[in-house]
């Protein structure tokens, strides 16, 4: 069974930096998409950031890009998401996401499993 862990979230003020670890469980983790998603209060789960198996594609929300970076370690079965300049406006409940398939996609329903998310909350 895979399951996925997130840590790293936490209070920040605005214009500071986070980084969210994903530690994955299971075998295979080396040879699936990972995603990022999040979901704000009152609002629908959005896709964030996602990146291949072998990490050589990334694929970001316009709202992060230049900002986010999403990365991973194989040999840890882990991804990350470094969050730099932050933005109240990033205030949500990340989530992590493993896809069975080697294609990046940023619907939800793509992603057969999910952590059980971390709370991240920038204060202006």
């Known amino acids: 069974q895979v399951q996925l862990v997130e840590s790293g979230g936490g209070l920040v003020q605005a214009g500071g930096s986070l980084r969210l670890s994903c530690a994955v469980s299971?075998?295979?983790?080396?040879?699936?998409?990972m995603g990022w998603f999040r979901q704000a209060p009152g609002k629908e789960r959005e896709f964030v950031a996602a990146?291949?198996?072998?990490?050589?594609?990334?694929y970001y929300a316009d709202s992060v890009k230049d900002r986010f970076t999403i990365s991973r370690d194989n040999a840890k079965n882990t991804v990350y998401l470094q969050m730099n300049s932050l933005k109240p406006e990033d205030t949500a409940v990340y989530y992590c996401?493993?896809?069975?398939?080697?294609?990046?996609?940023?619907?939800?329903?793509?992603?057969?499993?999910w952590g059980q998310g971390t709370q991240v909350t920038v204060s202006s």
């Open positions: 990146i291949s198996w072998d990490g050589g594609n990334t």
């Open positions: 996401a493993l896809r069975r398939f080697s294609t990046i996609k940023t619907i939800e329903s793509e992603y057969g499993y």
């Open positions: 299971g075998r295979t983790f080396s040879f699936r998409t």
